[in-house]
């Protein structure tokens, strides 16, 4: 425990809160005087802006400069200002992004005094404060989310080395701006002069990064260890015996009725997602293993879901807010519980924001569930399964010593080369196991219908769900609340007030149990729970983390305190925790000091389950080395046709790895005096050859923000490319890296969650003068280098271009006892040659009798095939393309499935039959078709005739989905142009009345289907789900029919097109990013404005107010817009029409202001 404190509060020398140095902040020049009245400017919200320090400047004009101009100089000369600021400006906004804390601060005053023989300067009072930039312009402003505080570093080590407790720094003067600079200053003179020290308060101002955040979570420690230690994992984590985690709910159960467990999430779940879901709800504590793109985010939304859903509460808890806001998205939209939710994660969260979501919550009452009828859609699935399931024991049981229906259909195969009496016997057991199992009168009909019926009982279960969770919520929290009596009407008073109200520590303190009541689920960051959630026995039933190989003990322990059982979600082989100075920057510590949580776990004996499926990469090659090398071929991928049509293209839209050499040099430290104009640590060349390529795939996609992340070896190369791309002054280019999900450039150590299309990829380092190639790569020369590694090349969907300053066989890295640089120079070596390994041994497919023979009947039918395709144990048994047809040359069209021992291998219904089909669909297969073996044995012709027809029919973008020509495609992928007209999408041509019945198995339907929504967005997104839901149930059918609705969205599922926070549905992501317009006339086609994107509305006001008279008043404004929006003459009276259009008035007027 002593250890775990002391990591949390450096009071070390080397923190910049003990000792402030030059490295981690810059001085302000403000002269003592004008002190406090630079405070009362910053904390009344004035903007203030930075210059480089100016010698020449009398200290008259600089207290004019501050007075009346708001500008302030910095100790720093003009040669330095803009790195030194841009630095510091990136690791703030990384900082944020990661932890969720903000590190920025003003230090004001300053405490000189000596310890240990040194002469340290420690700020004393710190303000949150934000730094944004223009160009070469520097600007704070106050953070307003956060509050001025006492150094509490300061005070601890100040008082446990001369006695004194600085009080009047603990408790400082306040005035309305925040703090009474002066009198605190005073006061503290005064106290320390009546010691007899020799220490001097100095009225200063620095900027710079402090790491003030993990104080708190000391404090948390060190006065409630004990009760934190309540939890019997934490209790075990403190033990040193060596013996493995007794869980006191038992062992992981290892018959768990896979399907019966799925069917009770909301969201799709392979098996091993939905044994840890079933582990988790039943009270387990585990760790969840989850390598690259496994679905860790789906998983925890379902374990919260089903965790709510059966009575108890969960604390979700994840450092960085992008991890939080993925599974609350999926929460909020897909199964509809975002009111249960409380987001205590970020940084400013108020008071307020917390009493509203708390009045929605407590505003929600149960809907109209119908428990009799979900209990008999569970009795169906149960009946579906028992059928389904009786087909896979029959086809691959044995009974007795006599072989299984597949075995011996294998050897009847194989035996027709051979003796005719050996043929003979193997034809006589074939056909009496045909008979024992009922498959000889195999219905394949009968059977679709099943799976049919399956995949749409699951889907009203599954819609039930949601309603069912709210009966269990609501009648909780009904119950606890009458049981509470005056509690909860305390609580509801405090609720509704408007002002004076508790802060949100004092209102879990006083009512967390009513509050885990109302909202179940609480949204948290470590610090936040240490912020915002006193100590107490417990505040729910289970804590679950996310991206737990970052997270250390000492700050996990906290969160853990507070729940009764653990759910550890993170993988082993990716980052461990990045040690951080005071100020950010990396730390040399102890070792122990970067043991994870999840490390830690693992260590304990804590029980474990794996996570299989790789669902990220839509190109297989992009994980089969990280597969091979990381995760010893465990890993499930879906092969891509896009990779079997061709090799690795480096190019805009390409796809796969490539590696790009360039002839460049790195310029280390050791280089500064010979080199003065390259900025040390860094390889120009590589830096030109990125900033290139990126305005490259920028220049080929104008009306889209390419999709791009950079991964750099060091921090001064990111940085270097960073600047050379704002240098470029492409305002897209500078938009795309402050947009959310858009360009990033990122270092070893910070890539992690990220992920993006196309990853470049800069080595950075090159030979010396004397042609060697050092062995110094940074992190990935020291122990466990590997894992940054398995990070950097697992954030690419489609593409990974690599640009190196040498060859691969110039890394001579079996000279190193580091496992990080032999892997380096064999994913190099992979990317040159562009080729891509097994994640496995080559698979038997030559033994695979049955599959061959279908495979030899569609050859002799005319169609190219290849048996066995993949990089992983999942294999697509064939793959079939159209022979010599020049208009896609051997371009794969239909992927085949059959149900062998791979098939049988699958846990349940969904992993088996309906989970790999919908992902391929999603891949760009046209088709996805079955065969099933005794349908094969009863008629082979038939099946390859159906084939046939699969393989040589259009594919869906180029003809109606069953019955006409879908619209052609925009040009803009669904992004308005300025002032476009608005157009609505019409089918030519009537369509298939039963496409959507047949899309509910059929997995080629499924895609006619979502073409035609994706044909409807490159007409008319941004459109909302609902109006693109009712105009496709309007194309498939007569009039509104809410259960056909209901059917389309259950087909769409979420990711047939990008669908954002509003619910407004744009063709790709991309497109969501393009710079803003709006489209002419579209009022009059939508139902209402609240179906009209509020980008577009804001643009269309931005526009009116550029082009209208300055006095033309909020409703002159509004009556000119509703004329651009509408034809017809509308009053502003219609309904939501004059709010939609203010509010997007003032985001306009903010965004002008900004």
């Not at 005053?109 to 040194?118: F, H, V």
Request: charged content about 30%.
């Amino acid at each position: 425990m002593e250890v775990w404190k002391r990591s949390l509060l450096d009071l070390s020398l080397r923190n910049p809160l003990i000792d402030r140095g030059c490295a981690h902040a810059v001085e302000m020049e403000v002269a003592p005087e004008l002190v406090p009245g630079f405070e009362d400017m910053v904390g009344s919200g004035d903007v203030i802006t930075l210059l480089p320090a100016d010698d020449a400047a009398t200290p008259e004009e600089r207290a004019a400069l501050l007075n009346e101009q708001r500008r302030v100089r910095l100790a720093v000369g003009e040669a330095e200002f803009v790195r030194r600021l841009q630095l510091m400006t990136v690791t703030a906004r990384t900082i944020i992004e990661e932890t969720g804390a903000n590190n920025l601060y003003l230090a004001v005053g300053t405490l000189t005094w000596s310890s240990d023989g040194r002469r340290l300067h420690s700020p004393l009072i710190l303000i949150p404060v934000t730094l944004d930039r223009d160009g070469d312009s520097f600007a704070i402003a106050v953070d307003k989310d956060g509050a001025p505080t006492p150094n509490f570093s300061l005070l601890t080590r100040y008082g446990a080395d001369t006695g004194i407790d600085l009080v009047e720094l603990r408790e400082p003067v306040r005035d309305e701006h925040g703090v009474d600079v002066e009198a605190t200053l005073a006061a503290l003179r005064a106290r320390i002069e009546s010691s007899g020290r020799d220490d001097a308060v100095e009225a200063s101002v620095h900027l710079g990064l402090f790491r003030f955040s993990t104080y708190r979570m000391w404090r948390d420690l060190a006065d409630d260890w004990r009760t934190i230690t309540d939890n019997p994992l934490v209790a075990h984590l403190l033990d040193e015996s060596g013996a493995p985690f007794a869980d006191p709910a038992g062992p992981l159960d290892a018959d768990s009725d896979i399907d019966a467990i799925a069917q009770n999430l909301p969201l799709m779940a392979d098996a091993a997602q939905a044994r840890v879901v079933a582990d988790a709800v039943e009270g387990r504590s585990l760790v969840v293993e989850g390598p690259p793109g496994t679905g860790k985010s789906q998983t925890v939304a379902n374990i919260i879901f089903r965790t709510l859903a059966t009575g108890r509460t969960v604390m979700f808890v994840a450092e960085k807010a992008s991890a939080l806001d993925v599974v609350a998205r999926r929460l909020r939209e897909e199964a509809g519980i975002g009111d249960l939710l409380l987001n205590l994660h970020d940084n400013g969260v108020s008071p307020l924001e917390v009493r509203q979501a708390l009045s929605r919550a407590l505003g929600l009452r149960v809907p109209g569930f119908d428990a009799a009828e979900a209990a008999g859609l569970r009795a169906r699935l149960g009946e579906l399964r028992g059928h389904l399931e009786r087909y896979r024991e029959g086809l691959h049981n044995q009974d007795g010593d006599a072989p299984s229906y597949y075995r011996a259909r294998q050897a009847l195969v194989g035996a027709r080369e051979g003796d005719p009496a050996e043929l003979e016997r193997a034809r006589e057991v074939f056909e009496a196991r045909a008979r024992d199992t009922g498959l000889a009168s195999f219905d394949v009909a009968w059977y679709n219908d099943l799976l049919r019926d399956y995949r749409d009982v699951l889907g009203r279960l599954r819609t039930a769900l949601t309603g069912e969770l709210f009966d269990v919520v609501i009648a909780r929290r009904d119950h606890v609340l009458d049981e509470a009596g005056a509690r909860a009407e305390e609580l509801r008073e405090v609720i509704s007030r408007r002002k004076g109200s508790l802060s949100i520590r004092d209102l879990m303190g006083t009512y967390g149990d009513l509050v885990t009541a109302i909202t179940p689920c609480i949204l948290v960051s470590p610090d936040s729970v240490a912020r915002f959630l006193p100590v107490r026995s417990r505040y729910v039933d289970i804590v679950v983390f996310d991206e737990a190989s970052q997270i250390t003990v000492p700050d996990a322990v906290g969160p853990m305190g507070r729940g009764q059982t653990v759910v550890v979600v993170g993988d082993p082989q990716q980052m461990p925790p990045v040690p951080r100075a005071g100020g950010g920057e990396p730390a040399v510590t102890a070792t122990q000091d970067r043991d994870s949580i999840l490390d830690r776990c693992l260590d304990a004996g804590v029980a474990r389950r794996c996570l299989t499926w790789h669902y990220r990469s839509r190109v297989e090659s992009l994980i089969a080395f990280a597969n091979k090398h990381y995760y010893d071929g465990a890993l499930l991928s879906f092969p891509s046709p896009i990779a079997l049509a061709a090799g690795p293209d480096d190019g805009p839209g390409g796809h796969g790895i490539s590696l790009r050499r360039v002839d460049g040099r790195y310029y280390g430290a050791d280089l500064r005096e010979e080199h003065p104009e390259v900025v040390p640590n860094t390889n120009p060349v590589e830096a030109d050859a990125i900033v290139a390529e990126v305005l490259r795939r920028f220049e080929a996609s104008p009306d889209a923000l390419p999709s791009i992340g950079v991964v750099t070896f060091n921090t001064r190369q990111r940085d270097l490319i960073e600047d050379r791309l704002r240098e470029t002054g492409s305002e897209r280019i500078l938009e795309a890296l402050e947009t959310r999900d858009g360009l990033f450039v990122r270092d070893l150590e910070n890539v992690q969650g990220e992920e993006r299309d196309t990853i470049l990829f800069s080595v950075t380092f090159s030979a010396n003068e004397r042609g060697d190639l050092p062995l110094n790569f940074g992190s990935l020369s020291e122990e466990g280098g590997e894992r940054w590694l398995n990070v950097a090349i697992t954030r690419a969907r489609r593409q990974i271009v690599v640009f190196s300053s040498f060859d691969p066989e110039d890394l001579h890295a079996e000279r190193s006892a580091h496992r990080g640089l032999r892997d380096l120079r064999a994913y190099l070596e992979q990317a040159r040659d562009r080729r891509s390994p097994r994640a496995l041994p080559a698979s038997r497919s030559a033994t695979d009798l049955h599959r061959n023979e279908i495979a030899e009947a569609l050859r002799d039918a005319g169609l190219e095939v290849r048996v066995g395709v993949g990089h992983s144990a999942f294999e697509i048994d064939l793959v079939l393309a159209a022979q010599g047809d020049p208009e896609r040359p051997e371009v794969p069209a239909v992927a085949v499935l059959l149900d062998g021992p791979g098939w049988n291998r699958r846990g349940g219904v969904t992993e088996r039959d309906l989970m790999p089909a919908d992902v391929l669909a999603t891949m760009g297969w046209r088709r996805v078709e079955r065969v099933w073996m005794p349908e094969w044995v009863a008629d082979p012709g038939a099946v390859v005739s159906r084939l046939v027809d699969a393989v040589r029919a259009q594919p869906p973008s180029q003809e109606a989905a069953a019955g006409g020509p879908v619209t052609p495609a925009a040009d803009t992928e669904g992004t308005p142009t300025r002032s476009s007209d608005y157009r609505v999408w019409q089918p030519e041509g009537a369509l298939d009345a039963g496409l959507l019945e047949r899309a509910e198995t059929d997995p080629g339907a499924r895609a006619q289907v979502i073409e035609i929504a994706r044909a409807i967005c490159d007409v008319e997104s941004p459109l909302t789900r609902h109006r693109l839901v009712t105009t496709m149930s309007r194309a498939l059918g007569d009039g509104d029919d809410p259960s056909r609705e209901e059917r389309i969205r259950r087909i769409l599922g979420d990711d047939f097109a990008y669908i954002d926070e509003r619910d407004f549905v744009w063709r790709t992501r991309d497109a969501s990013l393009v710079p803003a317009s709006y489209r002419r006339g579209a009022l009059d086609h939508v139902d209402s404005i609240e179906e009209i994107h509020p980008r577009e509305l804001t643009a269309l006001m931005a526009e009116v107010r550029a082009t209208s008279p300055e006095w033309s008043s909020v409703e002159e404004l509004c009556t000119e817009a509703l004329t651009r929006l509408s034809t017809s003459k509308r009053p502003l009276s219609t309904p939501g029409v004059l709010p939609a259009l203010t509010a997007a008035l003032e985001e306009a007027e903010r965004r002008r202001r900004r």
